[in-house]
Structures are given as structure tokens and as C-alpha cells.
């Protein structure tokens, strides 16, 4: 199985603050990488797939980035609303493996 | 709009099976790989498997020996069943679809998720 390890854990940040998740993979799995967001209660939400595609309704301030076995999820100015989990998941190889999330929590 | 939906038995005693419909309604079960995904607080977010609509599956090598998934293309409905269920098994369940038209396919909708338990 290919392995995450997401970076942090959790985070506090305040509204406008510039935000930068890690996930680093075992192994190199192209750009075969999807950022997800999730409220209390909710389902999963897709934000960026291919590692760097802003899927269609998803804020521009949502980016992702890749080098490697290295992918960044960054939000440039942090709104209310952002403040969620965060989970990263490789679509390379099944089973599909998913970061342990981080929750980006209000400072 | 895709929606799915999962239905099935929110309480299950250990040593017991589980079994959960995806009904998928706003497009095309066709052509598709459609999966499920549990999370528990224990360990987070699990890929469990998933089927094409031709019936292919492909199974998490952890829980490939308890699971199987079918589908009936004529319902556009899908369905997990889990064996053999113990307590680490407790998790919310989520019925997703995997995307077509993008290299790697990305999971682009999910259920709204059912909350299983699993206690005597």
C-alpha cells in the first residue's frame, strides 16, 4: 500500500491568514492526488484532483501543488468557512489511501 | 446532479454480515467505477473497494476475505456486504463515485453517509 503522511495534524489559524497543508507519499504516484474537505456531519467534499485542478464551484483561493512525492494544499486568505478538515488521498494504486486529515481550526 | 444515497441496518451484532445499498439517481450508473469508504475516529478514512459497471471489483488486500460488492444496473443501485463483522468495524459508511474523464479517476461524489455500529 502506498503510504500518506499528512503534515500537520491541526492547525489554528485567523480569517485571512495564508494556510499550507503537506502530503507525502511512500512512492511516486504521478499527480494522482485529491484534496478533500470536510465539515461536522458532512460527507468528504472534493476541492482539487489531479494535484492541481480546482474542481468546478471550489474557491480560487483553494490551490494545490506538487513536486515529486510532496503535494501542497494551500489556502491564500482564509475565509469562515474554511474551517473544516482537511484530507489528502492517492487515486495511483488500490486500495486508495488517505491522509489522517488536518483540522484547521479557529485561532 | 449526481446523488447517492445509502440504506441499510444501523445496528449489527458482531459475527453478523452487513449489507448497504447505493441508490444513485441524476445520471448513468454506466460506465463508472462506484466504491465505498468508511470512517471510524479510530482510523480515519478507509477505501474499502470498488466495482465497475461491467462488475469488476477491486477490493482493499485488509478486508478483501469479508467483502463482496454487486450491482444491478437496471435499479442503478450498488451494494457492499461486509462478513463476519466485529466492533472495529463501527464507522460511517459512504457510497462514492469515481470520475470517468480525468486521468486517475478522483472520488467526485459521495453519499451522505450511515453510521453502522456493530455491538452486542
Known amino acids: 500500500d502506498i503510504q500518506m503522511t499528512q503534515s500537520p495534524s491541526s492547525l489554528s489559524a485567523s480569517v485571512g491568514d495564508r494556510v499550507t497543508i503537506t502530503c507525502r507519499t511512500s512512492?511516486?504516484?504521478?499527480?494522482?492526488l485529491t484534496w478533500f474537505q470536510q465539515k461536522p456531519g458532512k460527507a468528504p467534499n472534493l476541492l482539487i484532483y489531479a494535484a492541481s485542478s480546482l474542481q468546478s464551484g471550489v474557491p480560487s483561493r483553494f490551490s494545490g501543488n506538487a513536486s515529486e512525492t510532496e503535494f501542497t494544499l494551500t489556502i491564500s486568505s482564509l475565509q469562515p468557512e474554511d474551517f473544516a478538515t482537511y484530507y489528502c488521498q492517492q487515486s495511483y494504486s488500490a486500495p486508495r489511501t488517505f491522509g489522517q486529515g488536518t483540522k484547521v481550526e479557529i485561532k | 446532479q449526481v446523488q447517492l444515497q445509502e440504506s441499510g441496518p444501523g445496528l449489527l451484532k458482531p459475527s453478523e454480515t452487513l449489507s448497504l445499498s447505493c441508490s444513485v439517481s441524476?445520471?448513468?450508473?454506466?460506465?463508472?467505477?462506484w466504491g465505498w469508504i468508511r470512517q471510524s475516529a479510530g482510523k480515519g478514512l478507509e477505501w474499502i473497494g470498488r466495482i465497475y459497471s461491467t462488475g469488476s471489483t477491486n477490493y482493499n488486500p485488509s478486508l478483501r476475505s469479508r467483502v463482496s460488492m454487486s450491482l444491478d444496473t437496471s435499479r442503478n443501485q450498488f451494494s457492499l456486504r461486509l462478513n463476519s463483522l466485529t466492533a472495529a468495524d463501527t464507522a460511517v459508511y459512504y457510497c462514492v463515485r469515481e470520475a470517468s474523464n480525468i486521468a486517475g479517476r478522483p472520488t467526485d461524489y459521495w453519499g451522505r453517509g450511515i453510521l453502522v455500529t456493530v455491538s452486542s
Open positions: 441524476g445520471g448513468s450508473i454506466n460506465d463508472y467505477y
Open positions: 512512492q511516486k504516484i504521478l499527480n494522482y
